[in-house]
């Protein structure tokens, strides 16, 4: 069965940070690209950030370029989202996703899928 346990999230002011992270199981994860993704309420679900297979090629959404930075451990079977300078805009639910499509950013290329862990930027 595959498992992707996302975790870290929670509350957190204006201009401050978070790690996510997300543990991943029962798939080999050297095959896949992994992503983190975001659904703000009311609003479609978003790609943040993906890593390659080896981590040495990342892709962001604009919105959180130079603020955002996404890795991996594969020997660990983990990714991590750390989300820097954050605004009450980065306030969603972020799920972290595995996937062998063609397209980093789109959706679509993400098979499998975690729980999601809420993300709250408020003063």
């Known amino acids: 069965e595959v498992q992707l346990q996302a975790s870290g999230g929670g509350l957190v002011q204006p201009g401050g940070s978070l790690r996510l992270s997300c543990a991943a199981s029962?798939?080999?994860?050297?095959?896949?690209?992994l992503s983190w993704l975001r659904q703000a309420p009311g609003k479609e679900r978003e790609f943040v950030a993906a890593?390659?297979?080896?981590?040495?090629?990342?892709q962001y959404d604009d919105s959180v370029k130079g603020r955002f930075v996404i890795s991996r451990d594969n020997a660990k079977k983990m990714v991590y989202l750390q989300m820097n300078s954050l605004t009450p805009e980065d306030t969603a639910v972020y799920y972290c996703?595995?996937?062998?499509?063609?397209?980093?950013?789109?959706?679509?290329?993400?098979?499998?899928w975690g729980q999601g862990t809420q993300v709250t930027v408020s003063s």
């Open positions: 996703a595995a996937g062998q499509g063609p397209k980093y950013c789109s959706i679509r290329s993400y098979g499998f």
């Open positions: 029962g798939l080999p994860l050297e095959d896949f690209a």
């Open positions: 890593v390659n297979w080896n981590g040495d090629y990342t």
